[in-house]
């Protein structure tokens, strides 16, 4: 399956995106998808994932309750959407897709979209 991440930018302190993720190449509903991020310097971080049927989500504790992981099977296509964006969730965020159910670990997703940079403003 191949991944393309889109929807960064920059935006203020207090803002909100949504990020994208469209699939292309295989079934998308077959697998569980992932956010992960990385700041500059920094290692590559979980943000949230879901599984294939979209039912059990899991958020890392620093965006829990700001950010919300969703999918749609129809459109092949999974989402990202942040609110009250802080500085500290700039970074450039990868989409990734396993059959691993929901991990916390890069190693658990077989497939990356190429990243897409999201900067925030204090």
């Known amino acids: 399956v191949q991944l393309q991440a889109s929807g960064g930018g920059l935006v203020q302190a207090g803002g909100s995106l949504r990020l994208s993720c469209a699939a292309s190449?295989?079934?998308?509903?077959?697998?569980?998808m992932g956010w992960f991020r990385q700041a500059p310097g920094k290692e590559r971080e979980f943000v949230a994932a879901?599984?294939?049927?979209?039912?059990?989500?899991d958020h890392a504790n620093s965006v829990k309750g700001r950010f919300t992981i969703s999918r749609d099977n129809a459109k092949n296509t999974a989402y990202l959407q942040m609110s009250s964006l802080e500085p500290e969730d700039t970074a450039v965020y990868y989409c990734a897709a396993g059959s691993s159910g929901i991990k916390r670990v890069a190693h658990a997703y077989a497939y990356w979209g190429q990243g897409t940079l999201v900067t925030v403003s204090s």
């Open positions: 190449g295989r079934t998308f509903s077959i697998y569980d």
């Open positions: 879901l599984t294939r049927s979209g039912m059990y989500t």
